[in-house]
């Protein structure tokens, strides 16, 4: 069993910048692909980021290439994503979630999730 939480969230002014972090008990996050989504109010959750296990290779969506930047830190065992040049449609839940084999973008792939952190950019 792996427990992640979320931290890192809050209120921003459009244009500017916040880091969040996910943090893991129970296991290693170095046996595990990581990834970010996301819920709006109103809207299904949608993938973000991913990192794989091995190597750190990334992978975003495309309404966050070049804003945002998932990182992780096997020896803290925590998991980063980096937020700038924040939008108003960037407000949502952000989850964390660990798991991923194939389909990085896929919810149901991932195994774990935490609890959600919410970040709000205001106009």
């Known amino acids: 069993q792996v427990q992640l939480v979320e931290s890192g969230g809050g209120l921003v002014q459009a244009g500017g910048s916040l880091r969040l972090s996910c943090a893991a008990s129970g296991r290693t996050l170095s046996s595990y692909g990581m990834g970010w989504f996301r819920q709006a109010p109103g809207k299904e959750r949608e993938f973000v980021a991913a990192?794989?296990?091995?190597?750190?290779?990334?992978y975003y969506a495309d309404s966050v290439k070049g804003r945002f930047t998932i990182s992780r830190d096997n020896a803290k065992n925590t998991v980063y994503m980096q937020m700038n040049s924040l939008k108003p449609e960037d407000t949502a839940v952000y989850y964390c979630a660990a798991g991923w084999k194939r389909y990085y973008s896929n919810s149901p792939e991932y195994d774990y999730w935490g609890q959600g952190t919410q970040v709000t950019v205001s106009s």
């Open positions: 990192i794989t296990k091995t190597f750190g290779i990334t």
